[in-house]
């Protein structure tokens, strides 16, 4: 059997949903003898940070991907590594004829965003009205399209008609947290006044949405509070149980 060219990294990108990193290599390789399974250690091919909470894959032997797993730092512009020595050329003779080929040469890859990434739909829940007494809390955490880590950039615009807003976006674009929300100060907000906010959320794929504008009134008065929590929106299937959480409230000003 003719050896071939020994397979060398060709490229690696994260998927367009960010769940997976695509490793392509330059030849097919014979999987770093994997033929049972195609999932494999990824420590035994690769090196990259948090490497322990990853789950790699052969999808076919020229290409592998990386499940980075819940909470990995491995991201757009990280290193990943090839262990020397991993991995040959595909042998498609006999075993015994390939054994005494070139291994795989130590090489690094910066993982590259994709072509295409998804879009954030941002989702931002806020009651329609709100009593005087109470802190408003702007609610986005029912967002979809993060790409399975946290928003690189979570912003706010805010409107009313006559109003310096000027103290509320700089307490929501610099102390704002999704999980849980954080609440708006009620000291920031005038009693009798309606305030227009939208909401900005990036992903780390580079790809940023905006909700829907919603209007808020600030009663000059106590009023009861109701909430539906989650969002305004929910698909489900005819045969699934629909499970609605709410929070109700009554405060006294003082």
């Known amino acids: 059997t003719t050896e071939p060219s020994t397979p060398s990294f060709d490229s690696a990108v994260f998927s367009g949903d960010g ?20 999932t494999f250690s990824c420590g035994t ?15 076919t032997n020229a290409v592998a991907v990386i499940y980075p797993g819940m909470g990995s730092a491995l991201t757009i512009g990280s290193s990943i ?5 991993s991995v040959q050329a595909k042998c498609k003779g006999d075993l015994s004829d390939c054994i005494a080929w070139a291994s795989i040469q130590a090489d690094t890859l910066i993982v590259a965003a994709p072509d295409s990434a998804v879009t954030p739909s941002v989702i931002l829940v806020a009651p329609t009205r709100l009593s005087m ?8 955490s029912g967002s979809v399209g993060s790409g399975g880590k946290e928003w690189e950039r979570v912003g706010f ?9 000027s103290a509320i976006e700089s307490f929501l674009n610099s102390e704002y947290r999704v999980f849980p929300p954080t609440a708006l100060p009620k000291t920031l907000l005038d009693p009798g006044r309606k305030y227009y906010f939208t909401a900005e959320l990036c992903n780390f794929l580079g790809q940023c949405g905006v909700s829907t504008e919603i ?14 929590l989650g969002a305004p ?9 629909l499970s609605l959480k709410s929070h109700a409230y009554s405060r006294i000003c003082g």
């Open 19 to 38: 769940s997976f990193v695509q490793l392509a290599f330059t030849a097919a390789t014979n999987k770093n003898g994997t033929v049972s399974a195609n």
């Open 233 to 241: 929106l929910r698909v489900i299937s005819s045969r699934s149980t």
């Open 215 to 228: 209007a808020v009134k600030i009663s000059e008065t106590s009023i009861p509070t109701a909430n539906i």
């Open 133 to 140: 007494c109470e802190d408003l809390v702007l609610d986005v």
């Open 45 to 59: 091919v690769l090196t990259f940070v948090n490497i322990s909470l990853a789950t790699c894959k052969w999808i």
């Open 157 to 165: 615009t805010v409107k009313s008609q006559g109003l310096n807003v």
């Open 81 to 85: 590594g090839l262990v020397e020595g």
